[in-house]
Each structure stands twice: as structure tokens, then as C-alpha cells.
């Protein structure tokens, strides 16, 4: 019989085509570059050079709230009463980070659930950070660890080269968060938001929102099974499965 | 090998349990690009003429397309391409024709991903068993602790079982009864329904097909994608039909088609149901429906979810009216709007096809109106018009295969001769397939799809050699109809097959490839003693005339017909037999098949 009770995310197989590995940005060179050619704030632009471009859409536009919160950054919210499931966003995103057509690379994850309810869970971005708390790696001079929140865009943003494939990130993301964070093939976490916003223009049913982070996002970063329990409540009110009605 | 295929195809034989990996064939690529067409090539070189759907050696084929994946509108289609279980010969009743019936959701992207474009099924296993697909780890596994259960339990044992990120295919218990109308299902409430392929899979025991996979999909022509794929995108959000098709689904169709006078109403007597308003897609948007559900990559998620929040059935989660829905309503008289959802979801949840389902119980309930059946023939159950309980109690019967459950499980051709040749005018059927809820004395042009149609009697293969051939080629590329109804144009279809496999296809290849992936399946049928006597309509249509709507007096004459399928055959190049000419053939590249 066979044991396929796995983990619901994180279960990389084991045997995989080796990708090649052409999209991780940034690296030490750059790295060193931005180093070199600029200091203070300038010097924050090329260290990210790709993931900084990334960012179309301008979370510091956008006003405070109204109640007068202070905006930090923004973050990606999805709503499962409009979501149809289609995986638009999910091929989306893997399209614009991976440069292919494969959704399970994908850093928003749309999971199906029944009665009929898709959760979608992405990189919350949340206030206190236990990704970053978690990750081992010396702090540079910028007080940069190898998971660091980027300066520009308050997005999670993983520097691969002085990633010191430990997991430990992961792990603190699954077991208090909603698990999205996961080894790459290299080792290396992915799983993170960059906040480019490609699933949110992208969704045909409008289910999916770009809004200036004013909470630590706890709440909208818990487990993707805990949230499906109370959407179909919410949703379906005290459902029953088909047949209970014909017993 | 071309880009946008996987390049493989599986192959399981569950008696020897044997699995292995073939590449697949540039050259059959070529004639007949993948999905439907590829299937019934497949089907013509493995399945031995004559021989019936219950036969192990059948193969049964789930098969995707080049564009089944990828980025564009709509690419999650299924098609699955088998004996049919339905269809059968005047002249050999143990012979069954082609199926081809394909069902979207998410499966077939997943199948890709794992690097295999299609899963071919043959041999007969001893005790149930499932396929489970990870990338190329691929197992057969005994499925006991699965078989009886319903749709909903089993996606949520699966669920539970095998993790989220499986996607499975499975038959309810009608497919392990053998019910000749068992359905596929995928994901509760698709249903890959017409043609009873899903006895097809019960009688090789397999219950379940688990597919996950982590690669990736190439695109040969990156850069002439991006704009095929702009433009397809934009047509279709941009199109005037898709505002409707978002909202109601092909249920906006329940109340329109009975102003048309093209319903089924009280097994087909009538166009036009005195009350559609009540069971419409208003009626249902107002009523019950919580949200949408799309198939993989669709900007229309025309399946509507909904929840029943009064009444007897209150607090049953079901997947909403759609068109095809008529079939348990207008064509069994029902006024219960909630009694006919609650019936169409039980249907799903034991794996049956709810539209010959419909037709066979709008088919029992005339007879026994005339008298011709009395409660005894189906133990003890009254069964008059509009009686949703007595459906669900039929259903029950059915799916289980109990009492009157085995007489109705087969079709309606079986239910003719074991109640007497009066029944025969008023069984709606072609080929031994059941009806659709389409009325076709006030459709003119469509009694010859009926007729014609490769899988009987059947509403989606296209009211002219145009709509059929885009069509088959939509099957056979797994792209949904549904975004071309709203106003996406074959064109951008074509340019994104070329961008996306590095083919260099015009218009007119893409039509001669529709014509010979429909004249093969016809030659195939022919080879399986299906001739021009098989090309009916039910004597009914010819008989009586509608009494009531727009379409009154609407009915169909016996020598234009003739005249209409005389036509027909020669604009396909079939000859008056309606059998493919030996020229047609050689044109088609069609050398293989004896004219």
C-alpha cells in the first residue's frame, strides 16, 4: 500500500530534473557591484537589481489608511469567495520569477478543498518575520541576514549566496505560518513574495488584491487548512456532503 | 520532437501490470496534432473491430493536447477516447462505436507536468486497483478501501490520502456497476459523461487515476506566443458574450432555449417548458449559488457552486443548474426547483451521466402514463411526471445496479424490448445513445448531427461541417469550446498552436486535419458494422408535431431529412452509404482505412 502521507507543502520529490539555475537573483557579484559603485542610499538599488525591477506596481504611493495606520510596505491578498481555482496566478507567477510554464514553482499556491473552496496562499509578509528571525546566517554591516525584508519594497528577499541551506526558515514558517516558504532544488527558500503584483493583474475574477500592509498579517498567514474551514463555513453556512440528505 | 507535447505517453496493462513508457510518433503528431484525434488513431491501430467495451483488450485513453497547460484561455480538457458504451449497431448489438468525450478541470495540466501527454489503459485487473502518477514514478495500487464509495467521499478520502496536490479522475458506483451511462468524474462535479466511458474503467476495476507533476512545459516560439496569447486573451475578455457566460454559465441557455422552442420537454413532446422561469439560471442565481468554479487557466469558470439553504434538501452543496440540467427537469415535468438540483447532484455523486439518466427517466415516465409499465416493473415505485422523489429513489437503483436498477442501467433500446415495440416511438435515441436536451423539430440543421454524430445522439459535435470541424480540432488541441462560443475566433487558436509547437498550420491544414480525425472515426464505426441505417431519428420527430411556443407545428419530414443527410454525406466525401469514398481517404492521408 502506498504511504502518500506527505507534508502539504515542502515535499520537493526527491529524484528531480536538475533546473538550471539562471533566475536567482541576486548574487554575490551584484552584490559586490552595488557595493562598490554606491553608498548610502543608492547603494540599495543594485543589490537587488532584479527583484527591484520586479516591483511595478508602487506600494509607497499609496496613502495610509484611513484610520491613520502606518503603512508598511504591501502584501497579497486573496479572497476564496471570488476565486474559480483557474491557477492563472499560479502559472503568472511562475511564468514571471522562473521564466517557465510550471505552476509548482509558483510562490502563490491556489489549494482545492471540498465542499468546493480554494484557499490561496501566498507570502504574507508578516510583521514580525519568524522566516527571518529563524535564519542563522552573522548579520552583515547592514544587518542583513541571508533572509532579509528589502528596503525598498518591505518584500521577504533571500540572498542565495549566503544561504546556508539550514531549512530552519522553512520550518518556522510551516510550523507557525502558512507554510508557503520551501526549498528550491538548490536548497535555497523560495516561496517568497516579491510584491510584483503579475497574479493580481493577471486573476480573471478579480481574486486577488495588492493593499498597503498595515497589520503584522498573522491573521492572514495562518495554516491553509485552518482558513479552508472557516471559508466553507463562512460560505456554505452548515453544509452537509450530497448523500446526507438521502440517508 | 515537437514543443508543447511532453513527448511520452504511458502505458498501463493492469492484467500483467506492466507500465511503460513509449515517445510519441511525429509523423501521427502531424496528421492528428493530439487529444480526440490522436485517440482515434490509437484506437483504429489497438482495438480489434467488433469487440465490445467490455472487452479487456479495449484500451481506454486519456488523452491531452499540444496546448493543454500552457498560458492560453481555457487549456485544462480531458479528452477521453474509448468504446463507447453506449453506442451500438442495428446490425451488431455486441459491437460498440468510438467514444470521444472529454471533461475540463485540472487534471490534464497535471499530467503534462508529470511528462506524459497522454495514459493509455488496457487489460483488466482482478480486485480494484488506482493509478498514481508522481513525475515518472508511476504505481498501481490496490484501491479496496475505495470501491463503493460516491464521488464526494472519494475526493475527500484522496484528498485526505494522497495530499491536495493530486488531481484525480474516478467513477462513482454506477462505473463499478457497469452502468452503460457511467460517467467519469473529476474534481465532484465534472463529469466526463456521455458515452458511459466510465463503465469502460469499471470493468477494468480501476477506480482512480492520481496524477501530480513538477516540470515544465516548452513553448517553441516564445515571442510569437506572447502576442498570439495577448490577442487570444483579449478577444475573449473583450468578446460580448462573456459577461453572461461568467455569470449564469450555459444555464442562461434553461430559459432561453424554451423561448426558442428547442428544449426537451416531457421526453421531447415539447419545445417550450410553461415553467422555465422558475427553473432558470435566475431563479438558481438568486436562490443558491455561492461563487465560481473554473477549469484550469479559464477566464469563464462557467460552473457555478451553490448550496441549498431551505427545504428538504437544505444544507446539500451541489455544482448549480447548468444546460444540459433540463434533462432532469422540463424533460421529466419537474416544478420542484430544489428536488431537480438535489437530483442532478446525485447523479454526479454516484458517477452517472445526468443527461441519458434524465432521458431514460423521462422515458419511464411516459410509459408508465400510457400504461405500458405499472409500479411492479420498477419495484413498487410509482413514478409519475415531475415525482423527484421517485428519480432519486431510480437513481439509487441504478447506480447499484438493485431490482429495476439492472434493466435501466443498460439504454433505452434495452427498455424497448423488454416492454414491447410500443415504447419505440418515444425512445430518443441515435445509435442506442440517449438524446440531449436540445429538441431538434425546431433546430433545423441539427437532426443531422444528431444522426451523423460519431458518439449517437449527441449535442456537441457542431450543427455544420464548420462547427464540427472546429470542434474536433478544440478536442484534439484541449482548449474548451466555451471561450469560442463567446467570441474567441479559431484564428488565434491556430497562431497559438503554431507559437506554441513550431507547426506551420494555415486554415485550411487546420481543417483538413478536423476532416480526417471525423471521417477516421466514422471509418472506424463503419468497421464496426455502424452503416446509414444507424443514421435515425427517433420516430417521434417525424410523427408529432409541437403544440405550444414560438416553435408550434414545428416537426421534422421524412424525404428532407433524406434529402439533408444525402447532402451531408457528399459534402464530407462520404458516398451514399454514407461510407468514405476510397478518393476522400487517399486525400485525407488516410491510406490505412479499406474504403
Not at chain 2, 502576442?227 to 442562461?252: C, D, F, P, V
Request: proline fraction near 4%; charge should be neutral; charged fraction near 25%.
Amino acid at each position: 500500500m502506498f504511504d502518500p502521507n506527505k507534508k502539504l507543502h515542502n515535499d520537493v520529490p526527491a529524484e528531480e530534473t536538475a533546473p538550471e539555475k539562471k533566475f536567482r537573483t541576486p548574487n554575490r557579484r551584484d552584490f559586490l557591484k552595488g557595493m562598490a559603485v554606491g553608498a548610502g542610499a543608492v547603494a540599495l538599488s543594485p543589490i537587488m537589481p532584479g527583484q527591484a525591477k520586479a516591483v511595478d506596481i508602487d506600494v509607497f504611493a499609496m496613502k495610509p489608511s484611513i484610520r491613520g495606520e502606518k503603512v508598511i510596505g504591501g502584501r497579497i491578498s486573496h479572497d476564496p469567495r471570488k476565486c474559480a481555482g483557474c491557477r492563472v496566478c499560479e502559472v503568472a507567477c511562475a511564468m514571471k520569477n522562473h521564466g517557465e510554464v510550471n505552476p509548482f514553482k509558483s510562490r502563490i499556491k491556489i489549494y482545492t478543498y471540498q465542499p468546493t473552496v480554494f484557499i490561496g496562499v501566498v507570502c504574507q509578509q508578516c510583521g514580525d518575520r519568524p522566516c527571518i528571525e529563524a535564519c542563522p546566517v552573522e548579520p552583515d554591516k547592514e544587518g542583513r541576514k541571508a533572509l532579509f525584508e528589502h528596503p525598498e519594497t518591505k518584500a521577504l528577499a533571500v540572498d542565495t549566496e549566503r544561504c546556508e541551506n539550514c531549512n530552519q526558515c522553512v520550518e518556522a514558517c510551516e510550523s507557525e505560518r502558512n507554510g508557503n516558504l520551501r526549498l528550491n532544488e538548490d536548497e535555497t527558500p523560495d516561496g517568497f513574495c516579491l510584491l510584483c503584483g503579475d497574479c493580481v493583474k493577471k486573476c480573471p475574477q478579480n481574486a486577488l488584491s495588492l493593499f498597503p500592509r498595515t497589520t503584522d498579517g498573522k491573521y492572514a498567514s495562518r495554516n491553509a487548512d485552518v482558513m479552508a474551514k472557516e471559508a466553507i463555513e463562512s460560505i456554505y453556512g452548515g453544509y452537509k456532503t450530497v448523500m446526507d440528505n438521502f440517508k | 520532437m515537437f514543443k508543447g507535447y511532453a513527448g511520452k505517453i504511458l502505458e498501463v496493462d493492469l492484467t500483467t501490470k506492466k507500465i511503460k513508457e513509449t515517445p510519441l510518433d511525429t509523423k501521427e503528431l502531424e496528421m492528428f496534432i493530439g487529444g480526440r484525434g490522436l485517440g482515434v488513431k490509437w484506437m483504429w491501430d489497438r482495438a480489434k473491430p467488433g469487440a465490445g467495451y467490455l472487452d479487456p483488450d479495449t484500451p481506454i485513453c486519456f488523452i491531452s493536447g499540444p496546448l493543454n497547460g500552457l498560458p492560453a484561455p481555457s487549456t485544462g480538457r480531458l479528452t477521453i477516447v474509448t468504446r463507447s458504451a453506449s453506442t451500438f449497431p442495428k446490425s451488431n448489438p455486441d459491437a460498440t462505436g468510438i467514444l470521444h468525450s472529454s471533461v475540463g478541470g485540472r487534471w490534464t495540466p497535471e499530467l503534462k507536468f508529470a511528462g506524459y501527454d497522454a495514459l493509455i489503459v488496457t487489460g483488466a485487473a482482478t480486485s480494484p486497483v488506482g493509478i498514481v502518477i508522481e513525475n515518472e514514478k508511476v504505481k498501481i495500487v490496490p484501491a479496496e478501501k475505495y470501491w463503493g464509495m460516491r464521488t464526494y467521499d472519494l475526493q475527500v478520502a484522496l484528498d485526505k490520502d494522497l495530499g491536495r496536490l493530486y488531481k484525480s479522475v474516478s467513477i462513482g458506483p454506477a462505473g463499478e456497476n457497469l452502468v452503460r451511462y457511467a460517467s467519469i468524474m473529476h474534481e465532484i462535479h465534472r463529469a466526463s459523461g456521455r458515452g458511459g466511458a466510465g463503465a469502460v474503467m469499471g470493468s477494468k476495476k480501476l477506480k482512480f487515476i492520481s496524477v501530480r507533476g513538477t516540470n515544465a512545459i516548452g513553448i517553441h516560439d516564445k515571442k510569437a506566443w506572447e502576442k498570439a496569447n495577448k490577442h487570444a486573451w483579449t478577444e475573449l475578455l473583450s468578446s460580448s458574450g462573456i459577461e453572461q457566460w461568467r455569470k449564469y454559465g450555459t444555464a442562461m441557455m434553461l430559459s432561453a432555449s424554451s423561448d426558442w422552442g428547442t428544449e426537451a420537454v416531457r421526453n421531447y413532446q415539447e419545445g417550450t417548458y410553461e415553467h422555465a422561469d422558475l427553473m432558470s439560471a435566475e431563479t438558481a442565481y438568486r436562490k443558491l449559488w455561492v461563487g465560481d468554479t473554473g477549469c484550469y487557466m479559464c477566464p469563464i469558470a462557467c460552473l457555478n457552486r451553490g448550496v441549498i439553504r431551505s427545504g428538504r434538501f437544505s444544507g446539500m452543496t451541489h455544482d448549480g443548474p447548468e444546460y444540459e440540467g433540463a434533462m432532469m427537469s422540463a424533460n421529466c415535468d419537474v416544478k420542484d426547483f430544489y428536488g431537480w438540483i438535489a437530483n442532478t447532484a446525485a447523479s454526479d455523486d454516484y458517477g452517472i451521466c445526468f443527461i441519458s439518466m434524465g432521458n431514460i427517466l423521462g422515458f419511464c415516465m411516459e410509459a408508465y402514463e400510457k400504461g405500458i409499465i405499472k409500479a411492479s416493473d420498477l419495484d413498487g415505485i410509482e413514478l409519475k411526471w415531475g415525482d423527484v422523489d421517485a428519480m432519486l429513489a431510480l437513481q439509487k437503483k441504478v447506480a447499484y445496479g438493485e431490482g429495476c436498477g439492472k434493466l435501466l442501467g443498460q439504454n433505452l433500446r434495452a427498455l424497448v424490448k423488454a416492454w414491447g415495440k410500443e415504447c419505440e416511438h418515444f425512445a430518443i435515441e441515435t445509435k442506442g445513445q440517449a438524446w440531449a436536451a436540445w429538441n431538434v423539430r425546431s433546430m433545423k440543421n441539427y437532426e443531422t448531427t444528431y444522426m451523423t454524430a460519431n458518439r449517437g445522439g449527441d449535442h456537441l459535435t457542431g450543427s455544420d461541417i464548420g462547427t464540427q470541424n472546429i470542434r474536433v480540432i478544440n478536442d484534439s488541441i484541449g482548449v474548451c469550446l466555451f471561450p469560442q462560443i463567446a467570441g474567441m475566433k479559431p484564428e488565434s487558436l491556430k497562431d497559438l498552436l503554431n507559437a506554441a509547437t513550431g507547426y506551420k498550420l494555415t486554415m485550411d491544414d487546420y481543417k483538413k486535419a478536423a476532416e480526417r480525425i471525423y471521417t477516421l472515426e466514422r471509418s472506424f464505426n463503419i468497421a464496426n458494422g455502424f452503416s446509414r441505417e444507424d443514421d435515425t431519428v427517433p420516430p417521434r420527430m417525424y410523427k408529432e408535431a409541437l403544440t405550444k411556443g414560438v416553435a408550434k407545428g414545428g416537426i421534422l419530414k421524412e424525404d428532407e431529412t433524406e434529402k439533408l443527410l444525402d447532402k451531408y454525406y457528399a459534402d464530407r466525401g462520404w458516398d451514399k452509404k454514407g461510407n468514405p469514398t476510397k478518393a476522400r481517404l487517399e486525400e485525407l492521408g488516410l491510406n490505412f482505412v479499406q474504403a
